[in-house]
């Protein structure tokens, strides 16, 4: 049964890629030579114009020269790939620490400190938001029928996250060493 809606569905997809392609215009009727008899094979400038008409499947792409390797990759050395995404989120200017707080050993240190609490604050409001999906998956996994062990797992993690959550919220309740 699966296999019959997999090839029914295969075929309602060739279909669809078959109907939205782009259609080439229709050619020209062959041109007769002076004897009256239809000529075989079009011009290769008919076929080249033939080729540029078209939009093709996702419109016509421009083509640049090609560079030699070794100078794309020198240039992506030098200035990176713009195609590549960003590997951390940009920080705002200024966020960083003063010239008084690089020169003061304190004040750097309140500094540090400032960065470690918003460090666990961004930790504790994603634990409070993955929470709910990871008991929304524990609730998944047994209806399922998944072993109870695998379940614990996930439990423990949750009880976890919560706890570890509960630290940073409050700081005062933990137990003094």
């Not at 996250?161 to 700081?171: A, T």
């Amino acid at each position: 049964m699966k296999a019959g809606a997999l090839v029914a569905a295969l075929v309602v997809a060739a279909g669809a890629s078959w109907l939205a392609r782009p259609h080439a215009a229709a050619p020209a009727a062959p041109l007769a030579d002076s004897a009256g008899v239809p000529s075989v094979a079009a011009p290769p400038q008919a076929a080249r114009d033939a080729q540029s008409a078209g939009a093709g499947w996702f419109g016509e792409v421009p083509r640049a020269a090609p560079v030699p390797a070794a100078e794309s990759m020198a240039d992506a050395r030098r200035h990176g790939d713009a195609r590549t995404p960003p590997l951390a989120p940009s920080t705002a200017a200024g966020t960083g620490p003063s010239a008084a707080q690089l020169a003061d050993p304190r004040a750097y240190q309140a500094y540090q400190a400032g960065q470690d609490a918003r460090v666990l604050a961004a930790f504790a409001n994603a634990a409070q938001l993955e929470v709910p999906r990871l008991q929304a998956d524990v609730e998944r996994a047994r209806a399922a029928g998944i072993p109870a062990a695998q379940i614990a797992r996930v439990e423990e993690k949750i009880r976890r996250l919560e706890q570890l959550r509960h630290e940073i919220v409050n700081p005062a309740q933990l137990p003094r060493n």
